[in-house]
């Protein structure tokens, strides 16, 4: 079993800077990506930014030369540094962890971290 946590969210003023964390934990034989996501109410969850195991970065369009996604593979984290936030970019931010095993690979996620911007 794996637990996913993210951490960091809050309220936060356009324009500002805001740091997420996830960590993974328990039977983690090998992570390849780590994923942050995003989810407001009533809309379809989309991706955001991730990083795979050699440290190759993605962003969404909406995201990109905004925020930075960084690893730290020692401790099993993940980091999204949000800049220049807007209030579009207010909503549930969970992370996903894709983990290999001798059968496959298999994706955990989070219970997810609430980042809101005001104007």
């Known amino acids: 079993q794996v637990q996913v946590v993210e951490s960091g969210g809050g309220p936060v003023q356009a324009g500002q800077s805001l740091t997420l964390s996830c960590v993974a934990s328990?039977?983690?034989?090998?992570?390849?990506?780590m994923d942050w996501w995003r989810q407001n109410p009533g809309k379809q969850r989309e991706s955001v930014a991730g990083?795979?195991?050699?440290?190759?970065?993605y962003y969404s369009r909406a995201v990109k030369g905004r925020f930075a996604v960084s690893r730290d593979k020692s401790k099993n984290t993940v980091y999204l540094q949000m800049n220049r936030v807007d209030p579009e970019d207010s909503a549930m931010y969970y992370c996903?962890?894709?983990?290999?095993?001798?059968?496959?690979?298999?994706?955990?996620w989070g219970q997810g971290t609430p980042v809101t911007v005001s104007s």
């Open positions: 990083i795979t195991g050699s440290g190759k970065t």
């Open positions: 328990g039977n983690i034989p090998r992570i390849t990506n």
């Open positions: 996903k962890v894709n983990v290999d095993y001798r059968d496959g690979t298999y994706e955990f």
